[in-house]
């Protein structure tokens, strides 16, 4: 492929938000719709699958209109369509890599598919004025579904080092949220009342895994022991100090993924650490990553999205599919979604 301007049309419908992008060349957004479902989940406590499915049904096509209007293109300007076909729900995968088919079909346009995890590493390219991130470099993606560490060698090519072996941080700070009674979703309730909060007011369990798997997390253990201790203070009648509660356990979460990030780091020997995914928008994973990385990793740079481009988003999809659109990775119109999808299939 020759360098030329490329333009890509990117759809997500992973989870709960459905979003069109157009970007230019991996880097440059010149469109980035989203639309969130968070007001039709919220009394559900959590997102509701098939209500998910039929909402991205209903918005879709006008999001793909939007985008391409708001990027001043027309379908003949895209150089392809790309999709997110995995991990995620499976319905709500299915609209989009269906629409994306249809299109990629009815324009006669090269077909991407991109694993939703790498499209997270990839918000990193998208940050107007600064130049791109050197490589390799060890990513945190660590969202409502996912929590993993990865080593990324050059574009397209990943190793992963762990991941959660039962709840995503994201998922912690969900349930933990609702325990509290803040709402959903939880990460940003939690974060804003932290604020004013004493972290070491309740010391939480941290669970570090040490071994043959330094690099994996577990944090249901931390859920439990929070609720439990929550759950205590209620059947006693204490007044509860929600805001330290929230503090200390935003504290405990935030320590295990700041150590074993930048002990990957180390014994990779990076030049740059990225932050991906929904949680890597929480104030204080930011705080302390860039205070641990400073102190102990002289000369390694810390990267993380806008919020906006922290959370589920289309324009990621597109970065991430140009750099398999350079390289001739297309694929066939018979893509099917795959909930599971590992990172490096």
């Avoid at 990839?122 to 791109?132: C, H, S």
């Avoid at 906006?308 to 979604?337: P, Q, S, V, W």
């Amino acid at each position: 492929m020759d360098r030329k301007r490329v333009l890509i049309l990117g759809l997500e419908t992973s989870c709960d938000e459905t979003a069109a992008a157009v970007v230019e060349n991996g880097s440059r957004i010149l469109s980035n719709v989203i639309s969130s479902q968070v007001e039709l989940h919220a009394r559900f406590g959590g997102v509701v699958p098939e209500i998910a499915s039929r909402r991205h049904l209903e918005l879709i096509n006008s999001l793909i209109d939007e985008a391409l209007e708001t990027a001043g293109v027309g379908t003949s300007d895209l150089q392809a369509v790309a999709v997110s076909y995995g991990p995620g729900l499976v319905g709500a995968l299915l609209v989009g890599v269906a629409t994306a088919k249809a299109l990629a079909y009815a324009c006669r346009l090269p077909l991407v598919a991109v694993n939703h995890l790498e499209a997270h590493l990839y918000a990193n390219f998208l940050v107007e004025g600064r130049p791109n991130p050197s490589l390799p470099a060890v990513g945190l993606i660590v969202s409502g579904g996912h929590t993993e560490l990865v080593l990324l060698k050059r574009p397209g090519e990943y190793m992963p080092l762990g991941r959660t072996r039962d709840d995503a941080a994201g998922e912690a700070f969900d349930k933990v949220a609702r325990a509290l009674g803040l709402g959903y979703p939880g990460g940003p309730a939690i974060d804003r009342l932290a604020a004013r909060g004493n972290p070491d007011y309740f010391h939480f369990p941290r669970a570090f895994l040490d071994g043959e798997s330094p690099y994996e997390f577990s944090f249901s253990g931390l859920k439990s022991a929070v609720i439990n201790h929550l759950h205590q203070l209620r059947q006693k009648g204490e007044e509860i100090p929600l805001a330290d509660l929230a503090a200390s356990f935003q504290s405990a979460v935030v320590e295990v993924l700041v150590e074993k990030t930048v002990a990957a780091a180390r014994e990779h020997k990076v030049g740059s650490v990225f932050l991906s995914g929904g949680v890597a928008a929480n104030s204080s994973l930011r705080r302390v990553m860039e205070e641990r990385i400073k102190t102990q990793l002289p000369g390694v740079k810390l990267y993380y999205p806008p919020p906006e481009l922290c959370t589920d988003n289309a324009a990621m999809i597109a970065a991430a599919a140009y750099h398999h659109y350079r390289k001739g990775r297309f694929a066939a119109l018979d893509l099917n979604a795959v909930p599971q999808l590992p990172l490096n299939a």
